[in-house]
């Protein structure tokens, strides 16, 4: 349960080795989040930032978990919430960005990209709303992204797996409405990670200690979406109605 404060107290997150969701577990492992749950296909590479949360107070176990490996889900789940009781906050940070030059060429590659960041996401959460909707509490917050606003040119591979994913937590969260089990979405703009290494920044580009900060500050007021930077909200919202002949010739 939260505590008196309103703090999450008890952590999964899908993806322990994303830079977002490390920035974010600092965040809250400060504000006294006290079990923390890493899932990622290599749990050993997470020795790191686990002993770092350690010794900042927090309990903290690794655990394996592949997005692509989806026929393991719904046990994976049930696991970790009979291991560790109930669960305030499961962060869904896995994703891939893949190479869209190769993916429109390419199928497998590109089903390797909607398979993880859509397919991926959709089976390990509806065993995570399930069990959430029966302890009647906790937040699903997913990392979706500004590219699933509009599929762009340049990467509409990886921003319809991220509009499919996005769609779906929109609908998820209104099926939750009432049950005492929220769902953030949070959409990040270019934010400077392994992701976007070597990448040129985008216009708006941000960090993950700012996605942390705007993730937890999303949690404490029960919000359903988060924009990083939060500009991007209005930004976006006018190159949603851009003609397409001319959206295709922006340079996004
Ligand atoms: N960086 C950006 O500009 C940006 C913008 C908007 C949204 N996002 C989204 O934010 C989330 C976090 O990204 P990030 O920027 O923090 O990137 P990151 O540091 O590269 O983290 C991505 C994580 O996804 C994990 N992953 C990839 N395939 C997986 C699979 N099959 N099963 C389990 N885990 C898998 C990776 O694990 P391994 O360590 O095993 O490779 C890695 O830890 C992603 O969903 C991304 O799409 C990022």
Not at 217 to 237: F, I, K, N, Q
């Amino acid at each position: 349960m939260k505590d008196a404060l309103g703090s999450v107290q008890s952590v999964l997150v899908l993806g322990g080795g994303s830079d977002i969701a490390q920035a974010t577990l600092r965040e809250l492992v400060q504000r006294r989040a006290r079990t923390i749950v890493l899932a990622a296909r290599d749990p050993g590479a997470l020795d790191g930032i686990a002993g770092e949360l350690r010794s900042a107070g927090a309990t903290v176990e690794t655990v394996a978990f592949d997005a692509r490996d989806t026929a393991t889900h719904a046990a994976f789940v049930d696991g970790v919430f009979e291991r560790f009781g109930d669960i305030d906050l499961a962060l869904l940070a896995f994703g891939v960005l893949g190479d869209q030059e190769t993916a429109e060429h390419d199928g497998s590659a590109a089903v390797d990209i909607a398979e993880v960041n859509y397919v991926g996401a959709v089976s390990v959460t509806v065993p995570i709303a399930q069990r959430m909707r029966t302890q009647g509490h906790g937040t699903i917050a997913a990392l979706s992204s500004v590219a699933g606003e509009r599929a762009r040119r340049s990467n509409f591979v990886y921003g319809s797996s991220k509009a499919g994913m996005d769609a779906f937590f929109q609908g998820l969260g209104d099926s939750l409405a009432g049950t005492g089990v929220n769902v953030m979405i949070v959409r990040p703009g270019f934010v400077h990670t392994k992701m976007t290494e070597g990448m040129d920044a985008a216009p708006l580009s941000t960090t993950p200690e700012a996605v942390a900060s705007a993730i937890v500050h999303g949690l404490a007021r029960g919000r359903e979406t988060v924009w990083v930077p939060s500009t991007l909200r209005y930004v976006m919202s006018v190159l949603r109605h851009v003609p397409r002949p001319i959206f295709r010739r922006l340079p996004l």
